[in-house]
């Protein structure tokens, strides 16, 4: 199959993009301890600008949100200082970018928060796994359930990020609720056992990603808010699923569908995992959904251009793949082999492993 229809120009409602190829929002952990990026963040993105839209790395609206060492923020002036040179060089380079907006719930460490206080959760119930801390990899820390009146203080600091990212010269943002952080501890029953109306019934959970993409799209238009899901990821935090994913999920799709926002983007699988779509029937939250659909999770060029040529997806999200490709989609138009990047490279460090990968040469 050719792989012509992945170089289609579409619209995600406001946001043009030049082609179906995004690359999904990847942490690095290479801004400082205050959450500000260096210059080496303006080459890492700029780079990478020949993709139709990209997603940034998640980034901390708050830093309760904050759940690893060296990952950006957007709720300082500073933070938006230094993203304005990756907005203005990704936008020079002839690209779109959008910011992901996160808040990482209980997936986080005492010491990465205020005065070393509790990470907070819709309910005290602590997360598995490990987050990277100044100590290295550590077990979260036993979360503190948030009170319904401190809920509002939440969605105001999505809304402030969101006039941030604003402010910093997006072409607008992507909510992360997905991969059992915040927005997904509310949704699911397994990390929510509230007894308030964010609790309890499916429309009580998915209340706060509703609210939140609400507030978010109050700053942006509709048609320039995204939101990222993944009905089928467990690893992060050692999220246990939710007990009836598709009415949960089907349910959200449609509540999200009918804020007319840019674009749903899926994790179809397990995150840092195989992917596992046929275990789910994404088309049915597509459908729910009824906008453009953004599909992710362990593509590779040929079933890009099947998704893409069967209406499955508008545009294919490649993770992993940008981080040793920043000419991804010249690689994909020419069918060039992709660099395989080491994974001692993801997380932290300098310029190598980050910025220095080469481009693919036809001659
Ligand atoms: C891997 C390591 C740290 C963070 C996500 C933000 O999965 C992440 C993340 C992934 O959404």
């Known amino acids: 199959m050719s792989a012509d229809i992945l170089f289609s120009s579409t619209m995600l409602r406001s946001i043009d993009v030049a082609n179906r190829i995004a690359m999904a929002p990847l942490t690095r952990s290479r801004a400082g301890m205050d959450g500000v990026h260096t210059p080496l963040a303006v080459d890492y993105y700029s780079q990478r600008a020949s993709s139709g839209l990209i997603i940034t790395e ?106 941030r990212a604003k402010e910093a010269g997006f072409d607008g943002v992507e909510v992360h609720a997905a991969n059992g952080y915040l927005l997904e501890q509310f949704l699911r029953d397994s990390t929510n056992a509230r007894e308030d109306r964010y609790g309890g019934t499916i429309e009580n959970r998915a209340r706060l990603p509703i609210e939140v993409t609400r ?101 294919v999200a490649f993770g992993r793949p940008y981080i040793g490709n920043p000419d991804l989609v010249e690689r994909i138009r020419a069918n060039a082999p992709w660099f395989d990047a080491p994974a001692d490279c993801y997380y932290g460090g300098g310029a190598e492993g980050y910025i220095d990968f080469p481009v693919f040469s036809s001659g």
Request: with cysteine; proline share 4%; aromatic share 8%.
């Open 58 to 163: 998640a980034t901390n609206i708050s830093q309760q949100g904050r759940g690893y060492a060296y990952t950006p923020g957007i709720y300082t002036d500073a933070h938006v200082e230094a993203w304005i040179w990756v907005t203005e060089a990704v936008h020079e380079a002839g690209g779109r970018i959008v910011m992901q907006l996160w808040h990482v719930g209980r997936v986080s460490h005492a010491s990465l928060q205020a005065n070393g206080a509790a990470p907070v959760a819709p309910s005290a119930i602590a997360g598995g796994g490990t987050v990277y801390t100044l100590a290295g990899y550590e077990p979260p820390s036993m979360p503190r359930a948030l009170d319904t009146e401190e809920i509002s203080g939440i969605i105001e600091d999505y809304r402030l990020a969101a006039r």
């Open 215 to 315: 507030a978010v799209a109050e700053v942006w238009g509709p048609d320039r808010v995204g939101i990222r899901l993944s009905p089928l990821a467990t690893s992060i935090g050692a999220t246990p699923l939710d007990s009836t994913t598709a009415d949960t999920y089907g349910y959200l799709a449609r509540q999200l569908g009918e804020l007319k926002l840019a674009y749903l983007h899926c994790v179809e699988g397990q995150t840092v995992g195989d992917n596992a779509a046929d275990a789910f029937d994404f088309k049915a939250l597509h459908t729910a959904f009824g906008g453009k659909y953004m599909a992710n999770n362990g593509y590779d060029r040929q079933r890009a251009i099947a998704a893409v040529a069967s209406g499955h997806a508008d545009m």
